[in-house]
Each structure stands twice: as C-alpha cells, then as structure tokens.
C-alpha cells in the first residue's frame, strides 16, 4: 500500500524488498476485513458511521488514550483507501453487514464480493503494484540491517542468493509485522499467554526490533496480541465471529454455560477459552446460525476440513458432549433476549490462538519512527505490525479490523507523506 500510494509521485523510485512471498505475510492469510467509518458502501446500506465513531469504538475497547491521535488518524484515512480499492483498483469491495462483531457499534467491515479473504486482497495490490514503471518489486530479499550515517537512515542491507548488497534509499518504511512467529520474544513480552496455538505466518519473526532498538526507538504495548478464541481444536481453522451474534453458544467441557458469547470479541474470548479446564470449550450452533455464516471464509475452510460436527439432534448432541439430553437442553437456555437454537446442531471444539503482535515501535501520525527524545529518526518510517497497534496494553483491546487498518492506513499515510515530499 505505501509503494502503491508513494508511486504516484513519478519522479520517485520504489523498492519493496520483499522477505519471501512463499512463506508469506500475514494480510495474505487474514479475513481480509476491512474496517473503515463513513463509506460509500456503509451509506447506501442505510449504515451512518464516521472515522471519528470508528475511532471511538476502538478507543472504548483499548482504554489507550495516549494513542488517540494514531487511532485518529488512521480512521480518518480508512474510508478514503477502500473506495479507492474499489474505485481506482477495480477491487470487488462489499460491505458486510451481516459481520457484527463485538465492541462494533455499527457494521464496519468491509470485504470482497464472494468472501475469499486476503489472499484475493493480496494478490490484486501486488498486480496493481506490478503495473507500475517506477516501482520494483524484489522477491526472496529479506533486509538484514539498516544504513545509519549521523543518526539518520540512509538505506539497508538485503540479502539474496547468500551475498549481501547495500541499498541507498531516501527513505526506508519498515513494514515487516510483529513477532508472533518468535518463540524467544513472544516468551519474553506475552508469556502470559501461555502457549497458544500459532495462527500467523512464519516470517513475523521481529527482525525490525533489534534495529529499531538501536536506534534508540521506544515500544508500546508490546505484551498485547490479536487472539482469537475461535480456532478449532485439532485443525487450526477458525469459525466465524458472527456466530456468537446468531445464537452460538459456549459449553465448558462439563457442558455447561460459562460466559455470554456476544459480550467478549475473539480477542478478548482467548483470555477467557485459557482460564477454561482444558483451555477449550464447545461452541454449538444451528441450521440457522451456520446459513448465516457459512459463506465467510472461516467457515469454509472450517468445513473443508472436517473441524465442524453436525449432530442430528437433542441426544446426540448430549453424547458428542458427555452429558446427559436434560443437562445439554439446560444449558442450551437462550440467555434473555436471545434466539433459542433448534436442532439439528453443529458442534465445534474451540481453543485460544495468537494471530499476530500488537506492540511496536511509537510513530507518529504520518508513521515516522520517533527516537529517544520523542523526535522522528530521520528517514525512518513504520506501519503495520512493526509499530505500536491499536489494541492498547491488553490483548482483550483489539478490535476486530484493527490489523489490516494499522497496516494499510500506515501505508496510505506514509505512501502520501512520501509522494508529497517529492
Ligand atoms: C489468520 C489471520 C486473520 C486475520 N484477519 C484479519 C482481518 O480480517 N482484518 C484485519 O484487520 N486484520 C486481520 N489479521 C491481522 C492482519 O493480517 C495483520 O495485522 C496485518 O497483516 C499486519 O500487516 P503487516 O504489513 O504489518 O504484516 P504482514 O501482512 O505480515 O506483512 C509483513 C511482510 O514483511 C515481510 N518481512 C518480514 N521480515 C522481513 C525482512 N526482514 N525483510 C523483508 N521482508 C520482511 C514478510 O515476509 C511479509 O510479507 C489477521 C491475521 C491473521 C494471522
């Protein structure tokens, strides 16, 4: 996003110095989800939003105040870049309004026509960016170090093919994820989470850390995570979110009720899945709920997979939980105010996993990195991933949407900072 947005100054030259695209970067993998208030989209489905609700919403679920102006920001741009994925891309964008998600005063997610998630994301952006004379894009060319000369950063070293070469830049925006994928450091900043399931790719491994330490760069947040209380036991896929919002209910492994699904977003459901026996629990859902849901990608693979069960009825569903018919109808009581689920049933064993980290460097507004004094490192900006994220000091703060905001809003913001600049 930042080379796309960088490019249209023609008189400026643009590598993306790209670690591997076959092991793959995360937005690859994600939903896909979109979150931005005030679209096009969200008004011609009656939906009235504004970045400034967007930004109270995420605020309201991450308590962090102090990064009200990044939380500003970044909302402020988010309509702005997924009409213009829509409009100047040509990519297929829908709103989904049938993707309530907790914390979420109005539906914000924005997705693609035929649900296929971030692959199909991905793969537009790189053949937008493909397009371009002034941009080259360089596979299987991780950056190993940065170039200071006098506290500023003046370029990087890549390596390919086992020999390295030293690259002059003007600037160098650091865009290489957090660290979820690095034993060492996530036991070092989230050992509280346990050992969860991993749900990232394997190139967040942090390697922007060290370099952003040296030079003197500050870090927030850095035990918070996006987790997800929705991976299925034994498979690694997730179920949709939604679910919960359309009945689903959550049994604890005696089979009984132990927290209301739709106050807790997936995040913040890891927590309360951990503190679980087993760390588990059994979500059950319906005809009803799964025909709401199982057009999202989530649900697909999930299916795909053999991770769901369908159980035809009262009894059987009691057997799949070990517990007695009387026992599974008690505790299939619709809490008041909601829908009762009717058989037959789909079951799921679900567990917490950790997706991606949410600490990172400070940056301000426009994504440049800020030293030991609170001044930007000249040269130096960050998105994503590397830089502090939107979910506050705690896990349970991020709101659904919140990653690919932090990376592609950075990217818009500092692909235009950069083009201005000329
Ligand atoms: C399963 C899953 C589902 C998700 N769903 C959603 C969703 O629907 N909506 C949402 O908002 N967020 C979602 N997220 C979170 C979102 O994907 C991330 O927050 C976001 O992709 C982070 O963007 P990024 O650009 O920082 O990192 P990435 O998308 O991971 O990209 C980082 C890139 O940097 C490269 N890299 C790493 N190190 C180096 C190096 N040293 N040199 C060169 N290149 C390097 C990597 O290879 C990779 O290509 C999801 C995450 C996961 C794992």
Redesign the pocket.
């Known amino acids: 996003m930042t080379a796309l947005r960088a490019a249209r100054d023609p008189d400026l030259v643009v590598a993306v ?5 076959r ?13 931005a208030g005030g679209t096009r989209f969200q008004r011609e489905a009656g939906i009235e939003d504004s970045p400034a609700r967007h930004a109270a919403d995420i605020l309201a679920a991450s308590g962090d105040e102090e990064w009200a102006p990044v939380v500003r920001a970044l909302c402020d741009v988010a309509p702005l870049l997924v009409e213009w994925l829509a409009d100047e891309l040509g990519y297929p964008v829908e709103i989904g309004a049938d993707m309530p998600r907790a914390g979420m005063s109005v539906p914000r997610l924005h997705t693609d026509v035929g649900r296929l998630g ?1 692959g199909r994301l991905m793969a537009h952006l790189r053949a937008a960016l493909a397009d371009l004379p002034n941009v080259a894009f360089v596979d299987e ?4 170090e940065l170039v200071v000369e006098d506290g500023a950063v003046t370029g990087l070293v890549v390596e390919q093919n086992g020999e390295r070469q030293r690259v002059r830049a003007g600037s160098v925006v650091l ?4 660290f979820a994928a690095a034993p060492a450091l996530m036991a070092e900043h989230c050992a509280d989470l346990g050992t969860p399931f991993y ?3 394997s ?3 942090g ?2 850390l060290p370099w952003l330490a040296s030079l003197g760069a500050t870090f927030r947040n850095m035990g918070a995570c ?1 987790r997800s209380g929705l991976v299925v036991v034994d498979h690694g896929t ?1 179920v949709s979110p939604a679910l919960p919002f359309n009945g689903a209910v959550l049994l604890d492994a005696e089979g009984r009720r132990f927290v209301d699904e739709e106050a807790h977003g997936y995040s913040s459901m890891a927590g309360v899945l951990r503190d679980q026996p087993g760390e588990r629990a059994a979500m059950v859902w319906d005809a009803e709920a799964m025909d709401a849901t199982r057009h999202s990608e989530m649900m697909r693979d999930s299916l795909a997979a053999g991770a769901i069960r369908d159980l035809p009825d009262l009894p059987a569903l009691a057997a799949a939980l070990g517990v007695a018919p009387d026992a599974a109808a008690a505790a299939l009581e619709p809490l008041p105010g909601r829908r009762a689920l009717a058989a037959p049933y789909h079951l799921a064993w679900v567990t917490h996993g950790v ?2 980290t949410q600490g990172g460097a400070v940056v301000d507004t426009t994504g440049r990195v800020l030293g030991p004094a609170g001044s930007p490192v000249p040269g130096l900006y960050a ?4 830089a502090c994220g939107l979910a506050g000091p705690s896990s349970s703060g991020y709101s ?8 592609f809003g950075f990217g818009w913001i500092i692909g235009d900072h950069l083009a201005a600049r000329g």
């Open positions: 110095f790209e670690r591997s695209v092991e793959g970067c995360n937005a690859a993998i994600s939903s896909g989800s979109l979150a971030g060319a991780p950056v190993v865009a290489t994820d957090g749900g990232g790719v190139s967040a491994t390697s922007a996006l997730r997706l991606a998105g994503g991933g590397t659904s949407g919140n990653g690919l905001l932090s990376a």
